[in-house]
């Protein structure tokens, strides 16, 4: 009776690790995939975690004061954390301003936090993807968008 058992656990042993290389050999495979895509200039990304949600409004940024908002659809207010992405987002924003007060349509990716000033906005977003500016409307500023389907 001994005899079975060992032999039944021997040939459990076998099979278990025959199991794990070819697990092995496909993680083997998957690596090489990956590595020709980035030898062809095809990149994959996948995400893990948190993604950036994706803000879309009235975007202003007064120099002098040192301070950036963005207003939503919704008439949502947040304050925008100003660093380079900030920066290259008013930049990109220049050619279509033609006061120092006007808001310029825009469309990014960011993470929305808690502001830790007192007295101001009471959530901030931090720019991470500028996604699009586009040139405001006429007289109000609005974004017109159509369906071209």
Not at 53 to 64: A, H, Q, R, V
Not at 80 to 85: L, P, R, S, T, W
Request: aromatic share 8%; proline share 3%.
């Amino acid at each position: 009776m001994k005899k079975i058992y060992f032999i039944f656990a021997l040939s459990l042993l076998i099979v278990s690790c025959g199991n794990n290389s070819k697990s092995e050999e496909k993680a083997n495979e998957t690596d090489t995939q990956n590595q020709t895509e980035t030898e062809t200039g095809i990149t994959a990304t996948r995400t893990v975690g948190k993604v950036d949600d994706t803000f879309s409004g009235m975007f202003l940024y007064l120099e002098s004061d040192k301070a950036a908002v963005l207003q939503t659809a919704g008439s949502q207010m947040y304050g925008i954390v100003v660093d380079e992405k900030m920066h290259a987002l008013n930049k990109q924003c220049q050619q279509y301003k033609t006061k120092d007060y006007d808001m310029v349509p825009v469309v990014f990716r960011g993470i929305k936090k808690p502001n830790p000033v007192k007295n101001a906005w009471k959530e901030v977003i931090e720019i991470k993807e500028i996604l699009s500016v586009q040139k405001p409307s006429d007289e109000d500023g609005t974004i017109i968008i159509t369906n071209n389907q």
